[in-house]
């Protein structure tokens, strides 16, 4: 059982054009949703997360817009750059587990072609 | 590097085996997660700590998996009698509950092969 539907699984974007990256949960107990990045041979590293009473969290390139009552939240990155090439999990934290526990989708590969 | 580290970064071993994996947090972290990243999915959630109390533990976790966290420091994660099913990466990540307490800091992981 999928609990954070991810798509595309891979996607590939031309240097200066915008990577939109989509998920989608069912839980309404989740209350944090984090985009975590992750290069090869590296653990994932927080870029940016949003709470579900606001629609959308800029930071630099990186935009996430929610839309609660769908259920859907969805990555920006405007300007793509090589450097941004990587692997992108959405997720989602369950405000009923006090572990603070982390669902992660199952990843976009991003290659941004030069 | 004051991150989180863990050891080995690679490790080998032959079906049947055990095998045990260590995860040094950030200093000041007090809570600790463990997960496992298999090939082109998302890490999956194994277990957490808060201190030296382990606190959840996910289905995920045979009965051959044993983590401890004896000084609330580091944490080890044993697997006994390894199957090929075992393969994966297993992520360590610390947290503190001071602050923001949804920020994990994950270590490079340990990649496991069972052949």
């Known amino acids: 059982q999928q609990q954070v539907k991810q798509s595309p699984q891979s996607l590939i974007v031309q240097k200066g054009g915008i990577s939109i990256i989509n998920c989608a949960y069912e839980?309404?107990?989740?209350?944090?949703f984090p985009w975590y990045q992750q290069f090869p041979g590296k653990g994932p590293a927080l870029l940016i997360a949003?709470?579900?009473?606001?629609s959308e969290k800029k930071e630099g390139r990186f935009t996430i817009s929610f839309n609660k009552s769908a259920k859907q939240f969805s990555l920006h990155i405007m300007d793509s750059q090589p450097g941004d090439s990587a692997t992108y999990f959405c997720?989602?934290?369950?405000?009923?587990?006090?572990?603070?526990?982390?669902?992660f989708g199952s990843g976009t590969r991003l290659s941004i072609r030069p | 590097d004051t991150g989180v580290s863990q050891d080995p970064r690679h490790k080998i071993t032959k079906r049947g085996q055990n095998v045990t994996f260590r995860c040094d947090p950030i200093?000041?972290?007090?809570?600790l997660y463990w997960y496992r990243q298999t090939l082109g999915q998302g890490p999956e959630f194994l277990t957490y700590?808060?201190?030296?109390?382990?606190?959840?533990k996910s289905r995920l976790l045979s009965d051959r998996f044993s983590a401890e966290r004896p000084k609330g420091s580091f944490s080890t994660l044993e697997i006994q009698r390894t199957e090929q099913g075992d393969s994966a990466m297993y992520l360590c990540?610390?947290?503190?509950?001071?602050?923001?307490?949804?920020?994990?800091?994950f270590g490079a992981g340990t990649r496991l092969s069972v052949l």
């Open positions: 200093s000041e972290h007090n809570r």
């Open positions: 949003i709470r579900p009473d606001v």
């Open positions: 839980n309404t107990a989740f209350d944090y």
């Open positions: 990540a610390s947290s503190s509950d001071r602050g923001d307490k949804n920020i994990q800091y």
């Open positions: 700590f808060q201190n030296e109390a382990q606190l959840e």
């Open positions: 997720a989602a934290m369950p405000q009923y587990s006090s572990a603070s526990k982390i669902i």
